[in-house]
Nanobody, 122 residues
């Protein structure tokens, strides 16, 4: 059974940090690019960051460049999103998904996690 399970969300003050984890099971994680996507209330879902299957390329949305870092540990079947200097506008449900990276961005493909809530507020 294919599963992606996110964890690490929570409530944090502006300027704080969180690290999200995406644990994969039921498929070969090292065969897939993985992305983090987010959706805030009343807004469309957007791609935040993606990483290729062997960590040769990464994509970041302009809104998170210099603040977020994506990484992966294929041996642990986990992809991470380190989020620093968080802003209230980062508040959203964050999802990990299998992804495809292309020239100007990335998009989700087959498999999705259930999401984890990130709230940035004082």
């Amino acid at each position: 059974q294919v599963q992606l399970v996110e964890s690490g969300g929570g409530l944090v003050q502006p300027g704080g940090s969180l690290r999200l984890s995406c644990a994969a099971s039921g498929f070969r994680l090292d065969y897939y690019a993985i992305g983090w996507f987010r959706q805030a209330p009343g807004k469309e879902r957007e791609g935040v960051s993606c990483i290729s299957s062997v960590d040769r390329s990464r994509y970041y949305a302009d809104s998170v460049k210099g603040r977020f870092t994506i990484s992966r540990d294929n041996a642990k079947k986990t992809v991470y999103l380190q989020m620093n200097r968080l802003k209230p506008e980062d508040t959203a449900v964050y999802y990990c998904a299998t992804a495809k990276i292309y020239g100007m961005g990335c998009e989700a493909t087959n498999y999705w996690g259930q999401g984890t809530q990130v709230t940035v507020s004082s």
